[in-house]
């Protein structure tokens, strides 16, 4: 072999390294597994967790999956964490959704496999890390717009799923706001997360309170229920709406002017960003901020991360609609 060939291909090599590490192309990274366990998969928001989760594999190199019941079933969704577990995954993400989930990640933790929670917390659990909407703070934006649109004063309900953490947080937020003004909250209604029930917790609202100035909806059914509940009372235009997601009925509902608002959660950015600091961790590259991060009690990874949220109106609606 010639030193003129020897010196090509050392320089080949080295290209070949270079550009693989511009790429994220780790060999190496092929042979982790991360699960990321749900339910309510049918609806618009868990696409963009499920596109958000496949994107993160692609980009790292790692194999990903994503499981769970395509309803709200809870108890198939336990089943499904468990299952999970069973695959002795590198890590897990979750959505919390109730605290009856807290035994099994802590069972998930005690064997070995960090678990991140997205878009609901589970606080009480062992869990690494949460990533997802910071809900008190998107409750109090969204208040913060509801005032200008009301110009500080009037009448508002409230539509929720009560006793879920992330809405309870929202409602917070929205309350914080609104003390701010000389707006009351007259209502908080159960949507139960359906549209015909929240369509009708609306209307009960609607009709208690005649002189009602504003609905608000911490989760897209709410949204979609208080529209329908508006426009069988014949109040589109005096009552203001303000929603939560990017489905595609509020983002009609949007452009027709019947929902004045809604704050868009960055849901791909969930998954995206979970699986970053768990793969972080299982490869190494993350900083000793110590002399033993383990023996320290220094976990490596951030306890909050915020997605935080968007406001569509009419001036922006269209970006935000799927081809």
Avoid: C, W
């Avoid at 496999?113 to 659990?125: G, R």
């Avoid at 939560?244 to 509902?253: F, H, K, P, V």
């Amino acid at each position: 072999m010639t030193k003129k060939f020897t010196l090509a291909l050392v320089v080949v090599v080295a290209l070949v390294m270079v550009f693989s590490a511009a790429v994220g192309v780790q060999a190496e990274d092929e042979d982790y597994l991360y699960i990321q366990v749900s339910m309510q998969s049918r609806l618009d928001y868990f696409y963009d967790h499920q596109m958000g989760l496949e994107v993160a594999g692609e980009h790292m190199g790692v194999e990903t999956r994503y499981m769970g019941p395509a309803d709200a079933d809870l108890a198939g969704m336990a089943d499904t964490l468990e299952e999970a577990i069973g695959m002795n995954p590198d890590g897990i993400l979750v959505v919390g959704f109730d605290e009856m989930l807290n035994p099994i990640v802590d069972d998930a933790v005690e064997q070995g496999i960090p678990v991140i929670t997205l878009d609901s917390d589970l606080p009480n659990s062992d869990r690494l890390a949460f990533v997802g909407t910071g809900n008190e703070e998107a409750g109090y934006m969204g208040g913060q717009e509801l005032a200008e649109l009301l110009d500080g004063e009037g009448e508002v309900g409230i539509l929720t799923i009560p006793g879920q953490p992330n809405l309870e947080e929202r409602v917070e937020g929205y309350e914080r706001a609104l003390e701010e003004y000389d707006i009351e909250v007259v209502q908080v209604s159960d949507t139960q997360g359906d549209e015909a029930e929240a369509a009708g917790a609306a209307s009960a609202i609607l009709e208690r309170f005649p002189t009602l100035d504003a609905l608000v909806a911490v989760e897209a059914a709410g949204g979609v229920g208080a529209a329908t509940a508006v426009m069988e009372a014949g109040r589109i235009g005096e009552v203001e709406i303000i929603s939560m997601d990017r489905d595609e009925e509020t983002l009609s509902y949007i452009s027709d002017g019947i929902i004045t608002a809604s704050l868009a959660q960055q849901t791909a950015l969930m998954p995206y960003y979970g699986l970053q600091i768990l793969h972080n961790l299982n490869t190494g590259n993350v900083p000793e901020i110590t002399s033993d991060n383990e023996a320290a009690g220094v976990t490596g990874a951030p306890l909050i991360v915020d997605t935080g949220v968007i406001l569509i109106d009419e001036s922006n609606y269209q970006y935000f609609q799927r081809d």
